[in-house]
């Protein structure tokens, strides 16, 4: 699986922008997709999980309620919605894909970064203050 990041940009305090991250190869549906982020000097952290076909969804506490993980099977495609953005949302974004089985979901795997199986590229997300 290739993984292709984009949406990134500048954008100020309290703006929203949308990551998409689009997914080459076969069964899509059996991957559970991520987005994870990295500050400068920091190590990366997770940010949302989201389940085969969508019906679960995890999210890091510094992003409950403001940013929203999404899927569409159809095109093989992940989003991430991020509103209300804050001056320490800025990082590089990347999203990853883990091939659990069914089953398997679990809050602490999610937010392993050990888990993944694959990776994008990244895409920078500046907030100014």
């Known amino acids: 699986v290739q993984l292709q990041a984009s949406g990134g940009g500048l954008v100020q305090a309290g703006g929203s922008l949308r990551l998409s991250c689009a997914a080459s190869?076969?069964?899509?549906?059996?991957?559970?997709m991520a987005w994870f982020r990295q500050a400068p000097g920091l190590e990366r952290e997770f940010v949302a999980a989201?389940?085969?076909?969508?019906?679960?969804?995890d999210y890091a506490d510094s992003v409950k309620g403001r940013f929203t993980i999404s899927r569409d099977n159809a095109v093989n495609t992940v989003y991430l919605q991020m509103n209300s953005l804050k001056p320490e949302d800025t990082a590089v974004y990347y999203c990853?894909?883990?091939?659990?089985?069914?089953?398997?979901?679990?809050?602490?795997?999610?937010?392993?970064?050990?888990?993944?199986?694959?990776w994008g590229q990244g895409t920078q997300v500046t907030v100014s203050s």
């Open positions: 190869g076969r069964a899509f549906n059996n991957y559970i």
């Open positions: 990853a894909a883990d091939s659990r089985r069914a089953g398997e979901w679990s809050g602490s795997r999610n937010r392993n970064r050990h888990e993944y199986d694959y």
């Open positions: 989201i389940s085969w076909s969508g019906g679960s969804k």
